[in-house]
């Protein structure tokens, strides 16, 4: 069966009118007041839909704020210094959608005048934009049809429609926006898709479902059926990896404190950090050698004073906290550099060494 067919199949006997009357009738009813609904500007749509990958509600809404009062405007932030976005990024995490976000913007404005695209090929083809931020934009931004599927959207679906496929695969996906096409009203896509997404936030949450409250619970085939708690079907992830480092707080004679620049590519790219000593290998005594080797300078330890656990999606970092001091050498690293301590603030951080901040004036 292709799946053409199965769509056809799964919403056979589906009241698709009920539904979306239903879910829209909730959503203007009782729609949370969210500072990225008070306009359809599409730049506004589109800042709070990158900054909510990966992140809660609670957490974005001052970070849009922030982020809206410094670059109001594409323009604002496609002339803006990749260090001054990032530093309003710092504490989101997931940085990489910070440089996407503001790479694409100069692509807007460079080609489309500072106009967001309304044609999903050109919306589509701007870095960071994926499927669901373009069906996010297209739809709530200019009303056009278009389904925004991501993991809260998927949870809805696989519920109301009792779907078993494994979310976690590619074909799922497609699967679910082939039934949002299906689905979605063509008089108000905002108001549907956003009501999905509203749905999976305040009601069809992943562990409990408040079932009671659900203004779509009579289409609902997994409640029917008492099975909502047992989907979506989802296989596990990998096994995060995890990693034990040094995180090293070292001061010249002078106190300075050195910091470096992570590279402009991967992981937290071009953000800044304390130097790190991978100690998979290492005792004390072999990360002072590693230490040398690398930045030109011989230190000595001090004691510990904090351990940092710092959880990525695919690893996970295991930092003691070390204060050192140079007792030898001159600085031979290019994106090393020494700073007064209170000008560390200054510099865009990730959270993970954001955390060994309170130690750098021991």
């Known amino acids: 069966m292709n799946r053409t067919e199965r769509v056809e199949q799964i919403l056979e ?15 203007k009813k009782e729609q949370r007041i969210l500072p990225w609904r008070e306009n359809q500007d ?17 957490t974005v809404i001052p970070y849009f704020n922030h982020f809206l009062s410094k670059f109001p405007t594409p323009e604002a932030l496609a002339e803006a210094e990749e260090q ?5 990024w710092e504490g989101l ?8 976000l503001q790479n694409a913007v100069r692509e807007v404005v460079e080609q489309y005048g500072g106009k967001v695209p309304d044609n999903p090929e050109e919306l589509g083809k701007l870095k960071g934009v994926g499927p669901y931020t373009k069906g996010a934009i297209l739809s709530i931004a200019y009303d056009t049809p278009e389904p925004a599927v991501d993991g809260n959207v998927m949870r809805v679906l696989s519920r109301i429609l009792h779907i078993e496929d494994d979310i976690a695969k590619q074909s799922t996906r497609k699967l679910f926006e082939d039934l949002v096409r299906e689905l979605i009203s063509e008089e108000d896509p905002s108001s549907f898709n956003q009501g999905l997404m509203e749905l999976g936030a305040m009601i069809c949450t992943p562990k409990t479902p408040s079932c009671m409250l659900c203004p779509v619970q009579s289409e609902c085939r997994a409640f ?17 990896k995890k990693s034990p480092y040094l995180l090293l707080l070292v001061k010249n004679e002078t106190g300075d404190l050195l910091i470096e620049q992570r590279p402009s590519e991967g992981l937290l790219a071009s953000l800044w950090q304390f130097p790190m000593v991978p100690m998979k290998d290492l005792d004390m005594e072999a990360a002072k050698h590693w ?10 330890f001090d004691e510990g004073v904090d351990q940092i656990k710092h959880v990525f999606s695919h690893l ?11 007792v030898e050498g001159t600085l031979d690293y290019e994106r090393g550099t020494f700073v007064h301590p209170d000008e560390v603030v200054d510099y865009p951080f990730p959270v993970s060494h954001q955390k060994a901040f309170k130690h750098i004036n021991l």
């Not at 001054?84 to 309003?88: C, G, P, S, T, W």
């Open 224 to 240: 029917d059926e008492g099975v909502e708690t047992e989907l979506p079907i989802k296989s596990s992830k990998k096994k995060q």
């Open 84 to 88: 001054e976005v990032l530093k309003a």
């Open 291 to 300: 230490f040398y080797g690398e930045y030109g300078l011989k230190v000595e």
């Open 42 to 58: 599409p730049y506004r749509v589109w800042v709070s839909e990158i900054m909510l990958q990966q992140t809660r509600v609670d």
């Open 316 to 326: 996970i970092w295991e930092m003691e906290v070390i204060p050192a001091k140079v």
């Open 93 to 100: 995490g997931y940085y990489s959608r910070a440089r996407n």
């Open 13 to 27: 006997t589906f009241n698709k009118d009920n539904f979306k009357t239903q879910l829209i009738d909730w959503f």
